[in-house]
């Protein structure tokens, strides 16, 4: 952040405004989170982007001061301690502090001891310790004989509710006893799918919006315990927004029904994302399979040898003409075939916004999809064929009237760079309302200088993956 210019403008904006943009700066370039859990231990770094705004005028000064402060940072390291405790050095800065992150298993009972009369929450982030300070706590006890990567909690005098959780699947059991308070939760390393489903039908998981389940390898049945079954009443998950489900080792579907159906109290996903190698995960592309109502989709069939071409087809091909997914704003899919995809016809996903296609297809098939998608804003196809007879581009006119962002890769390419570009320009020709163009940076060079002066693609800006991702 060193050199920010504002303009002078920033200093006559009204207070709540100038609130909303440095909130919103912390949101996106200070607090990084995913799923509620830190994902960057260097996290007390990136504090030091707010001081800049705080030097603008008073104004700045007070709607920054709070969120620098807010978050007291602890840091165990093999070579002792890092922390900001000496910010809070001064008088009256220790009531903005809301938040206690510890990082690399340090004791959080040293730092607590010290007195936040404002601490609202703690995470703690590559194991747990420091429970000493709430020996009544049994949930916390717990916590410490089980693997806990990540655990964050709100506190409330001297008694705590864990609402964002990262565990192993040892810790099923203390899952149930706090389902109520969780607002985040990830469970991996799952070996016995019967408890699983057993916690997830009998909790009441009344304010989770967020889930991920990681079972332990994708071998089927080599790690479940016993017989699965779909439930015969599903868990409640009245608020869950987001479900990831990994290497699940029997039928997905079953998994999907127990907590995203709306038998399960679940309204429409956010985000549901699928990733496994067994053939459940390709079914799940089935136009019979209903999936869980969701804003975007994620399906991906990986970890596993090149499919043959006809089932890479018909995976794709069974996707887009799924009927479930007819309201779906983003979706993409993945799956490893031995030749390109040649032929994709009855899309019934007609009011798609973005799609991504991780698998390998020609370049006339993304030709069909687009006349198939009249809403389509944005298009990642990151493996294009590239062999002569695949590079065909066929004559017409407009193929898309809506799609603004296009990001192209190319597949087991063998062909010179001039054909390549030559293919490439004719096709975007023909998509009018184009901004931006995304390809691998000596594809996008060399397009670059083949449009040369252009009128119709001047405006277009070509760039790298490096510089702009899908």
Not at 22 to 28: K, M
Not at 86 to 108: E, P, S, T, Y
Not at 183 to 198: C, H, T
Not at 379 to 399: D, F, H, Q
């Amino acid at each position: 952040m060193v050199g920010l210019v504002l303009h002078p403008f920033a200093r006559a904006l009204p207070c709540d405004v100038v609130n909303l943009i440095v909130r919103a700066f912390y949101t996106y370039h200070v607090a990084l989170t995913v799923r509620g859990f830190p994902t960057d231990p260097r996290f007390g770094l990136r504090l030091r982007r707010l001081v800049p705004l705080a030097s603008v005028d008073s104004q700045w000064r007070h709607a920054v001061l709070p969120l620098l402060y807010r978050t007291l940072v602890c840091e165990e390291y093999a070579g002792g301690r890092r922390s900001n405790l000496g910010l809070f050095a001064a008088k009256g800065r220790r009531r903005w502090v809301r938040h206690l992150l510890v990082l690399g298993g340090g004791n959080a009972g040293e730092l607590l001891s010290v007195g936040w009369p404002g601490l609202e929450q703690m995470s703690v982030v590559g194991g747990f310790a420091g429970v000493e300070f709430m020996r009544e706590s049994v949930d916390l006890q717990a916590l410490s004989r089980v693997n806990a990567p990540c655990v964050s909690m709100r506190l409330m005098n001297s008694h705590c509710a864990i609402t964002h959780l990262w565990v192993g699947g040892d810790a099923l059991p203390l899952v149930r006893r706090i389902a109520r308070d969780l607002v985040s939760l990830r469970v991996g390393d799952i070996a016995d799918g019967v408890e699983l489903l057993a916690v997830l039908g009998d909790a009441h998981f009344q304010a989770l919006e967020a889930l991920t389940l990681e079972f332990r390898d994708a071998s089927p049945g080599s790690h479940v315990v016993g017989d699965v079954r779909p439930l015969a009443v599903p868990g409640c998950f009245p608020a869950l927004r987001a479900l990831v489900v990994r290497h699940c080792p029997f039928d997905v579907r079953v998994c999907l029904a127990a907590i995203g159906g709306a038998s399960a109290g679940c309204g429409r996903l956010g985000r549901l994302e699928v990733y496994g190698s067994r053939a459940d995960v390709l079914a799940l592309a089935e136009s019979r399979a209903v999936l869980p109502p969701a804003r975007s989709v994620v399906v991906a069939c990986v970890g596993v040898a090149r499919a043959p071409v006809d089932r890479a087809e018909r995976f794709v091909a069974a996707a887009l003409s799924n009927r479930s997914l007819f309201s779906v704003g983003s979706l993409s899919l993945t799956v490893i075939g031995s030749r390109p995809v040649a032929f994709v016809e009855g899309v019934a996903c007609v009011g798609l916004r973005a799609l991504e296609l991780r698998v390998p297809l020609r370049l006339d098939v993304a030709e069909r999809l687009l006349e198939q998608m009249p809403r389509l804003q944005r298009l990642c196809l990151p493996y294009v064929a590239t062999e002569a007879t695949m590079l065909s581009v066929r004559k017409g006119g407009v193929l898309s009237k809506s799609l603004q962002l296009l990001s192209m890769g190319f597949w087991d390419c063998r062909q010179d760079l001039r054909a390549l570009s030559l293919a490439v320009v004719a096709f975007v020709g023909r998509l009018p309302e184009l901004r931006t163009l995304v390809h691998d940076s000596h594809v996008a060079a060399a397009v670059r200088r083949m449009i040369g002066g252009n009128d119709q693609l001047r405006n277009l800006v070509i760039t790298d993956h490096t510089k702009l991702s899908f």
